[in-house]
């Protein structure tokens, strides 16, 4: 079965500052694609940015940019100029076809932005 | 918004009760997912219906069941509720596989 792991539970940054939150991830398919989700006080689940396995490429969205290692199986969210709005919780995924394209997702990691 | 809507935003029933809830998904989506998010547990996947199909399913109890309507929105129904059953519940909805899953607000189950 696949698994998501996010070794760290809280991070903190200042604002304007750069923050790198880590995610792993264990699969034996070579086909999958890989999601950061945000999950604000609200409790929304919000959609950061996506990334297909079979692309070198790595992902951006304005602020929020991933590194994509897959050899390393390895997908880090870096998220620069951070502000106010962005502390939430973080959560990884994991999803690929052959599950029905059913999300795997990581413990989460608490982010809190500083003024 | 996501465009996915859940309700209710929050339901509060005893044990051994049954409730039902009810998600739209987006305009459009024909896959629907139920996910369940605890303390203990972490946010896991329930079942995902494709187009009124179950096409699969993940650590869902047997005293849950789901489906898809024709008219693509889902009901996931929780019976002989325990206290654990407590949680927060999302349906997800996309257009099809290998696409990104939008999320709805959620529904919040207290089973006291």
């Known amino acids: 079965a696949q698994t998501v792991t996010q070794s760290q539970p809280e991070m903190s940054v200042q604002e304007a500052e750069t923050v790198t939150l880590s995610c792993t991830y264990d699969?034996?398919?070579?086909?999958?694609?890989l999601f950061w989700y945000k999950q604000p006080p609200s409790r929304q689940m919000i959609l950061v940015i996506r990334?297909?396995?079979?692309?070198?490429q790595n992902a951006t969205e304005n602020r929020f940019s991933v590194n994509f290692q897959k050899a390393a199986k390895s997908f880090s969210l870096k998220i620069s100029d951070s502000q106010l709005g962005d502390a939430a919780m973080y959560f990884c995924?994991?999803?690929?076809?052959?599950?029905?394209?059913?999300?795997?997702f990581g413990e989460g990691t608490q982010l809190t932005v500083n003024p | 918004d996501s465009g996915v809507t859940q309700t209710p935003k929050h339901l509060i029933t005893a044990t051994g009760q049954r409730v039902t809830l009810r998600c739209s998904p987006r305009?459009?989506?024909?896959?629907v997912y139920w996910y369940q998010q605890s303390l203990d547990q972490g946010l896991q996947f329930l079942i995902q219906?494709?187009?009124?199909?179950?096409?699969a399913k993940g650590n869902i109890l047997e005293r849950f069941s789901a489906q898809q309507f024709p008219d693509l929105h889902s009901e996931l129904n929780l019976s002989s509720l325990e206290l654990g059953d407590s949680a927060l519940y999302f349906c997800?909805?996309?257009?099809?596989?290998?696409?990104?899953?939008?999320f709805g607000p959620g529904t919040r189950l207290t089973v006291l």
């Open positions: 997800a909805s996309s257009r099809g596989s290998y696409n990104e899953q939008f």
């Open positions: 699969t034996s398919e070579s086909d999958y694609y």
């Open positions: 990334q297909e396995a079979y692309k070198q």
């Open positions: 995924a994991y999803g690929q076809e052959t599950s029905g394209s059913r999300l795997t």
């Open positions: 305009s459009g989506d024909l896959s």
């Open positions: 219906y494709y187009n009124g199909e179950e096409r």
